[in-house]
Structures are given as C-alpha cells and as structure tokens.
C-alpha cells in the first residue's frame, strides 16, 4: 500500500517535469538549459527557495504528502477509492482529482447545509427528504473514498429510518465535524502538491 | 459487494480487447459521479455518454440509441432508476444493464435487481466492479 502511494506521486511527479515538452526518465536528464534556468528562478521567486534548495525542497515535500496521506489511511479518514481516483489521473485529466474533490466539497456542503436546514425545521417530517439528501452524501463520500464521513452517515441513516430527530441531530454534528476534518487535510494536501510541484519545477539547481 | 451473473476479477485495470468499442450510457444526477464514472469507463477504452435521470435514457431509445451497457443509478429526479429500468425492458430493450447505487441492504438491492438488471454494485464503482462487468458483457 506504501509503495502504490509513492509510486502514485512518482508518476504525478514525471507528469510535471514534462510539462514544458521533456520527460525525465530519472535524476540524470534535466530541462533544456534555458528553459530549466527561467524555470528555477520562477519557482525561486515563488517560494522564497534559494535555487540550490529547490530539488531537496520537492523531495521534502513529496515526502510531507506521502506522510499526510498515510496517516489519513492510517486514521480510517481515506479508503483505497481515493487511491483508485488517483489512478484515473494522467495527460489527459492532470487535475482530476483536485477537480473531483472541488466537486465533492461544494455537493457536500450543499447536501449539509439542506439537513440542517431540514433538522432546524420545528415542524420537521419529511424524513424520507433528509434520506434522499443523506444516501446522494454517502454516495459520493464513498466515491471519493471519505471513508470516515461515510461510515457516520450510516448512524445517521439509522437515526433517519427510526424518525429519530434527536438521533438525527446527534449525527449530523457528527457528519459535519468528520467533513470538517477531512476538508482541512485535503486542502493540506493539495497545498502540499502545489508547493511540491513548484519546487520541483527543475530537477536539478543551476549553477550560478 | 455485487449481485447477478458479474464475476470478480484482479484488481489491474484492463482495457477490453474488442474490434467495436463498448458504448456505455452512465444514467447519474450526482455531477460527482458522473465524473468519476465517465473518466472510469473512458479508461477501459469505451465510448461514455452520460445523462442525468431516468427519463433520459428511456427518451434516447424511443429516439433509435441503443448501447452495450447502461449504469443505472438508483435515486434520481423525474424517474428513478428502478422505474426506467422497468420501462426499458417493457420496450423490449436487451442491453445490459447494471443498477449502481448507494443503498446496502439486500433486501434494498434485490428489490432493484426486481426491476430487470443484470447485475446491482453498492458505490463506489471501482477497477475491479468495472472489469467485471465488462468481461461478463463481453462473454455474453
């Protein structure tokens, strides 16, 4: 499980550093020289790196991410689907998955914010609503492999079924405190791989 | 977890070696996985449409359409996955059609199953699902 996960970010990794029309087969090829030299110096300004710090700065950081996201898996957070989204990303869809949360995020929000608007109603009934709204959630929280999200709408379908408001309220304080966490390490992860992407915008530092 | 004919497989992606590509309509209003469905399915090198409820899809074959494969999601506006099944194979229609949805229970999917698919998967669709699916399509 270690190794696919690295080897994912190997491939994201290559995918960058081919952006500008080269491919690197390995730490011995590098961009065409001016091209390489305008690119450090990019990535220099935006990230306040000095130029020889850049290569070890993406291999930090690759490193960071790789930590992150074992630890998400290692907490039940993620499941192998957010692995499996991460596969489907290539030259042709190069922001899927960052595309794919960003739509996960804003249906989720609008989902949460309709059973809270639903629980909030003192003359609330419609139970079979708020499970139409509830099953679209878990849908596409196990799509994207929001394992733990996921897992806390099965008590609140349960509290649902039962026309348990009290139970209902209980779990989706529950759903958003998960969905809150799960936003915010994504969000870390994704800054991660856009500051890994801009250090690693040359290969190698020029020499001065 | 899934039900009907649909064996397991490994879990590798595989493209399906055949002369025709496989033509798949993903029936799906969450914008969430129909994206997720769509680059899934391109990647095993089929020709994806996608259309948002039931009605859709029963529309497109009074039109004359007609695909290898449906994915039929359960809960959606205007008609829902397990009527538009029902309608489809009242009109005749043999496609292979495989519900997808979110509901667990077994008492939840064989009513689904009731409706006329070949086979039911609780989401999320992954590799694995996908490679079944298309080897049972291509065996038969």
Not at chain 1, 108 to 132: A, H, P, Q, T, V
Not at chain 1, 155 to 174: I, P, T, Y
Request: proline letters at 2%.
């Amino acid at each position: 499980m270690e190794r696919e996960k690295t080897d994912i970010f190997s491939r994201e990794s290559q995918r960058e550093s081919g952006r500008k029309g080269k491919q690197l087969s390995g730490r011995g090829e590098g961009l065409e020289p001016q091209v390489a030299e305008e690119t450090a110096r990019e990535s220099s300004a935006k990230t306040g790196l000095p130029l020889w710090m850049l290569g070890l700065g993406a291999d930090r950081l690759r490193a960071d991410m790789n930590r992150l996201l074992a630890l998400l898996f290692h907490q039940g957070v993620l499941d192998e689907q957010f692995l499996q989204l991460q596969q489907l990303q290539d030259e042709t869809s190069p922001n899927f998955v960052s595309e794919v949360v960003n739509i996960y995020f804003h249906e989720s929000e609008k989902l949460l914010r309709n059973l809270r608007g639903l629980l909030m109603d003192r003359e609330f009934s419609d139970y079979k609503k708020m499970g139409i709204h509830l099953n679209q959630f878990m849908g596409s929280s196990s799509s994207i492999g929001a394992k733990r999200v996921r897992n806390v709408c099965v008590a609140f379908r349960a509290a649902s079924e039962q026309n348990n408001r009290a139970g209902c309220l209980r779990a989706l304080e529950l759903v958003e405190h998960e969905y809150c966490y799960l936003k915010n390490k994504l969000h870390e992860l994704f800054q991660l791989e856009q500051q890994r992407v801009l250090a690693a915008g040359v290969r190698y530092p020029i020499q001065n | 977890m899934g039900f009907g004919k649909a064996t397991s497989s490994s879990k590798a992606m595989k493209i399906i070696d055949t002369e025709k590509k496989i033509s798949v309509l993903i029936v799906e209003d969450d914008p969430l996985i129909q994206k997720i469905h769509k680059v899934m399915m391109a990647k095993f090198g089929t020709e994806v449409q996608v259309v948002a409820n039931g009605k859709e899809v029963v529309d497109l074959y009074r039109s004359g359409a007609s695909f290898d494969l449906i994915l039929m999601d359960f809960e959606m506006p205007i008609m829902d996955g397990f009527e538009a099944t029902k309608e489809l194979r009242s009109m005749g229609v043999t496609s292979m059609i495989v519900g997808v949805t979110s509901r667990s229970q077994d008492s939840e999917i064989q009513a689904f199953m009731k409706s006329g698919l070949n086979a039911c998967y609780v989401k999320p669709l992954n590799a694995e699902k996908v490679t079944a699916v298309l080897n049972e399509l291509k065996n038969n």
